[in-house]
């Protein structure tokens, strides 16, 4: 017993210094920033690239925003547009005639030479790869029979890859009063966003009014346009205000003193949010579990709605384990029975406190044998499901 109390509070001490992660637990609480077209990649911006989304994730975002558009052939893809001075030339592809691709060419057509264009198809996958993002439209058009394709589009598309339920993770943003109707006769969308950038002399009483009756939860403004006055008449009808696209920490700083929640970004990230007065609100939570006789402390960190541990905080848990990684086989084998010493120099532990995380490239095995645990990488740390795992040491409640 003695022992397995000393475990426990070695453990609590290993782990008291190791940095949060994000709580995601609605997109306005959590989320005070929108990555802009998926976000940033590779110092890229306004790509809505694969790589955009998955640095995004990584960089503590579930907030993403992505532009759709069509192809020639009628496929919905990440895309701003076809035009010779739009998209073309942010995305350093050549303009040839004709200026709208088809699928395939989209598809084949590296984005800034190697990031990975990415249809509708592709998008809402990957929504169901990380069920932890909420996904914000920027679909552009403004006439009903386009409106009522595009989100039908998706509606199809999330029928047809069999999770229907990302759906509820997808916020429509509307340009103007009637889409909010068209868009709910397609589906009916748990979150609105009522953006006005198309919209040259907005009255803002009058929107705040309309988004109070029709139950939309944020107004997004243009930056430049954020006045006091603005923010206040939209939060007296319980409308939360975010402002795009805000790249400067000092410009940020300005609109948080005007009363705005949040800002669409293309380069800052949720782990600099100290530097304009916000608090962080990705923490490790600290819960207490009983195994057999002994009660154990784990410091978790909530990862797709599940929470997470330090493989390393488990190893010295009921017959122990020593863990072998192999670069080659692309594995990291858990072997019962052995004293934990290292996960050895092949997987670098990033000291800069960011979190960055990222679903790991190698399968988990116990004693030789496959499991289905994926682990995710939190700045080189090699994180497992709490639960699964002790599952599969034997050690389930």
Known sequence: MLIKKLTTIVLGIFFAGAMPLMAFAGW?????????????????IETNSKEAFLESWGSGFRALEV?????????????????????????????????????????????????????????????????????????KDTEKDMVQKQFG????????????????????????????????????????????????????????????????GTVTVEGARVTKEITDTLHAKGIKVYAHTINRYKQFEE???????????????????????????????????SLGEAEYIFNTLSIFHEDYIPLRQLSPLGKKFAAEYDSQKKTMNLLPGNTFTSLGNELLVDNSGNRIMKKADFSLLYDGKETTIRPILVDGEVYVPLNETLALLGLGA
């Not at 306005?28 to 890229?44: D, F, I, T, W």
């Not at 748990?190 to 009014?209: F, G, R, V």
Request: charged fraction near 25%; hydrophobic fraction near 40%.
């Open 67 to 139: 532009d759709f558009t069509y192809t020639s052939d009628g496929a919905l893809v990440a895309r701003h547009d076809f035009e010779v001075d739009g998209s073309y030339y942010r995305l350093e592809q050549e303009p040839v005639a004709p200026l709208v691709m088809d699928r395939d060419t989209f598809v084949n057509s590296k984005i800034v030479y190697d990031q990975t264009p990415l249809t509708a198809v592709d998008v809402l996958n990957l929504m169901v790869e990380y069920p932890d993002v909420y996904l914000i439209t920027d679909t």
């Open 153 to 216: 589009d998706l509606k199809k598309i999330a029928q047809a890859i069999e999770h229907p339920e990302v759906l509820e993770r997808i916020i429509p943003q509307i340009y103007n009063e009637e889409m909010y109707d068209w868009v709910k006769e397609i589906y009916p969308f748990q979150e609105w966003i009522y953006t006005l950038y198309l919209n040259y002399y907005p009255e803002y009483p009058k929107i705040a009014t309309f988004c109070e009756e029709k139950g939309i």
């Open 28 to 44: 306005q609480e959590e989320n005070p920033m929108v990555a802009h077209a998926l976000g940033e990649a590779a110092g890229k």
């Open 255 to 289: 609109l948080l003193a005007l009363g705005v929640d949040g800002i669409y970004t293309d380069r800052i990230k949720p782990y600099q949010l100290p530097w304009v007065g916000l608090a962080d609100s990705r923490k490790i939570e600290q819960k207490t579990r």
